[in-house]
């Protein structure tokens, strides 16, 4: 497991007490679909920090989503864009402390991590930080 600096244990501590504030908040994505916060895991074995939100919309039929990829994926960037920059201080860089990807997941319901559940939809999707912002992590996975 890779150790992180005392500015990252830090600020870890200082986003958990942000984040659990946050549980429950509801944002309205571009798409319109509403997601409410879950949680945050920061996942320090691959660097990537990884945020969570339930839109109980993924099984309607009719849904923004339905059969419209683009759209997902365009509000998981959203997503990337505009919460991580709120994980940390304004003098801290995610990239410096070494975090360098955020995995977004969008789930129909509420499930611990790392749990199966078929009756649940969970969509996710790896982003690389970059000096531009969140850019789609390709790799052998998305050829």
Do not use: K
């Amino acid at each position: 497991m890779r150790a992180l600096g005392p500015v990252a244990v830090s600020v870890s501590a200082l986003c958990w007490s942000a984040i659990a504030s946050a549980q429950g908040a509801s944002l309205v994505l571009p798409s319109g679909v509403e997601a409410e916060f879950h949680d945050t895991v920061w996942d320090e074995d691959l660097s990537a920090i990884r945020l969570r939100y339930v839109v109980p919309q993924l099984l309607e039929p009719d849904a923004l989503y339905h059969g419209d990829a683009l759209r997902v994926f365009e509000d998981m960037q959203w997503l990337c864009e505009t919460q991580v920059p709120a994980l940390f201080p304004d003098e801290v860089d995610a990239q410096e402390e070494g975090w360098n990807v955020v995995v977004i997941s969008l789930m129909s319901r509420p499930i611990e991590f790392g749990t199966r559940d078929a009756d649940t939809l969970q969509l996710f999707e790896w982003f690389t930080l970059t000096m531009d912002g969140c850019e789609l992590e390709l790799d052998e996975y998305h050829e």
